[in-house]
């Protein structure tokens, strides 16, 4: 019985191993996923301060365009100045320039705060591509950890599931269906469970020390009144 249990412990085992692996192996993919998005995402912050700057440097373009224009517009009044007839004309074109001059230096003011701005966006972008730069190497190299480390456990899987069967071989035909009853009851699939001390393992309760004593000779099964699972003898060593 001890040598019958000893394999239904080892198959154990490795059921247990291949179900760590299975649940690695089925978190892998979200991280892989995870530093997609966030190499994707500081791409973006990239692309959103180059426009943003884009557009910040088209808009000083039309302020200067707009203030180049309103000063040709007051050196056509200023030249036209010597060739008007009246001091009430005259007056009139140098009001005329005086307003022209004040929309350019409104213009010049808006272009001055404008130009803190560029060079704050400017700013901005070489941050979020330092970012790209500093994050990049990292990403790329955890990406490249998660895919190796499942193609290992895909080795992995497939030698445990190998061992598992060959394990299952030799499981004796009278205890497999007993062994697989007992699993499916487990909400931790767990089985077989050792006894230390009188101390049930699966269910970390005593069991009646008659049973204990019984357990000791390992001469058949026995099952754990308290949890059902099959209990063997397990001595400390
Ligand atoms: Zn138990």
């Given amino acids: ?16 191993d291949i179900h760590r692996v299975e649940k ?10 995870e530093l997609t998005v966030e190499r994707q995402r500081l791409a973006d912050a990239v692309q959103a301060a180059e426009a943003h700057l884009a557009e910040l440097n088209k808009r000083y373009r039309e302020l200067e365009g707009e203030a180049r224009q309103q000063q ?12 008007v007839k009246t ?4 007056q009139a074109t140098l009001k005329e320039i005086d307003d022209i001059k ?3 230096s409104g213009v010049e003011d808006e272009m001055l705060t404008l130009l803190d701005t560029i060079e704050a966006a400017k700013r901005n972008l070489e941050t979020k591509k330092q970012d790209v730069a ?3 190497q990292v990403l790329a190299d955890e990406a490249a950890a998660v895919e190796q480390a499942m193609a290992e456990d895909r080795k992995r899987l497939e030698a445990l599931r190998q061992e598992r069967e060959e394990i299952a071989g030799r499981v004796d035909p009278e205890l ?3 062994y697989l009853k007992a699993r499916v009851q487990q909400p931790d ?3 077989v469970a050792g006894v230390v001390n009188g101390v049930c393992q699966g269910c970390h309760m005593n069991i009646p020390p008659q049973l204990y004593n019984e357990l000791q000779r390992q001469d058949d099964l026995k099952i754990c009144p308290l949890c059902q699972r099959i209990i063997y003898w397990q001595n400390e060593t």
């Fill in 1 to 16: 019985m001890k040598i019958k249990i000893q394999t239904l412990v080892r198959l154990q085992n490795a059921e247990i």
């Fill in 72 to 83: 040709d517009r007051a050196a056509k009044r200023g030249a036209r100045l010597h060739e």
């Fill in 134 to 136: 500093d994050r990049s």
């Fill in 102 to 104: 004040a929309i350019v």
């Fill in 176 to 178: 497999m269906p007993i």
């Fill in 24 to 33: 690695a192996l089925a978190v892998a993919p979200k991280r892989f996923d």
């Fill in 189 to 191: 699939q767990r089985a």
């Fill in 87 to 90: 001091n009430k004309e005259y």
